[in-house]
């Protein structure tokens, strides 16, 4: 019978003859599903790929000591080497040593140049010098000794007294001022080779004896040394360049009892030879003094 509404359907029947149910109300607004692997695989990606995407969780790393990193290591300050400094040190203590050894040796090679030869017997120093100079003596002609002349203040007399000093080589040289020619401007002048003397001073011409005995030996012009003294005037034979005729660089070396003489040039204050003192001396020796009478 009509009740004036449109028709309904029938439900279709099962085979078996019973009716299928209806379908749920939600299950007819879904969009029908299909039994497709490759639909399935692109939904899976699709639902992984959202879960990468996703925010990672935030953790308060601040209540946790647990979860803060580790502190990093502070870096490794330079090590400084002791080796510069124990280098340094040594260096110089090497130094240290090595110019006290030079030192001693030095002395030690001195005194062995003093006193290394044979003993020269007198008593104390004529001039009172201390000991780095050899001692010298002062004989008479006779060849006694004389012990109280060949200072400055009581020097030697000129020709009359011989003045020694023993050598390293263990031999004694003798020196003995033989003549004093005091005004020699003329003889001097007479090599023109010569230079004149100086404006305010005039030449002197010294004869020296020199004598070696004993063993080794001794070279006059580089071991003896000859100057004149006055108030005012100091000069000294190396200090001239003046030819002599005999002068005393061409006598050779001395051995065991040789004797030569030469002619040694000297200057002089004008008017100071009242005050003229010959000082001599060997190379090691102490200076002794001579004057005229």
């Given at each position: 019978m009509s009740d004036g509404s449109s028709p309904q359907p029938l439900p279709a029947l099962a085979p078996d003859g019973a009716a299928d149910p209806a379908p749920a109300p939600w299950a007819l607004l879904a969009p029908a599903q299909r039994d497709d692997p490759q639909t399935d695989t692109a939904h899976a990606d699709i639902t992984q790929a959202d879960t990468v995407q996703a925010e990672p969780a935030r953790v308060d790393t601040w209540s946790d000591p647990s979860l803060l990193p580790p502190p990093s290591a502070p870096p490794e300050r330079a090590r400084s080497s002791a080796l510069p400094i124990v280098a340094i040190v040594l260096s110089s203590l090497a130094l240290a040593v090595s110019g006290l050894v030079l030192v001693l040796v030095l002395v030690l090679g001195g005194l062995a140049y003093i006193y290394g030869g044979a003993p020269y017997v007198m008593s104390d120093p004529v001039g009172g010098y201390s000991?780095?100079?050899?001692?010298?003596?002062?004989?008479?002609?006779?060849?006694?000794?004389v012990t109280d002349v060949g200072t400055y203040d009581r020097p030697a007399t000129l020709g009359e007294h011989t003045l020694s000093w023993p050598t390293v080589s263990g031999g004694v040289?003798?020196?003995?001022?033989t003549d004093v020619d005091w005004d020699a401007d003329a003889a001097v002048a007479a090599d023109p080779a010569n230079p004149p003397p100086d404006p305010s001073a005039g030449?002197?011409?010294?004869?020296?004896d020199v004598a070696y005995t004993g063993p080794g030996g001794m070279v006059p012009t580089e071991d003896l040394y000859l100057c004149l003294e006055s108030m005012s005037w100091a000069s000294c034979r190396m200090d001239l360049d003046v030819a002599t005729a005999a002068p005393l660089r061409d006598i050779g070396a001395l051995t065991d009892g040789d004797r030569a003489t030469a002619i040694v040039a000297l200057e002089l204050a004008e008017g100071e030879r009242g005050s003229a003192l010959f000082s001599v001396e060997t190379i090691d020796g102490e200076p002794l003094y001579l004057a005229e009478r």
């Open positions: 000991s780095m100079y050899t001692p010298g003596r002062v004989t008479h002609a006779s060849g006694a000794v040289v003798e020196v003995t001022v030449y002197v011409l010294a004869t020296v």
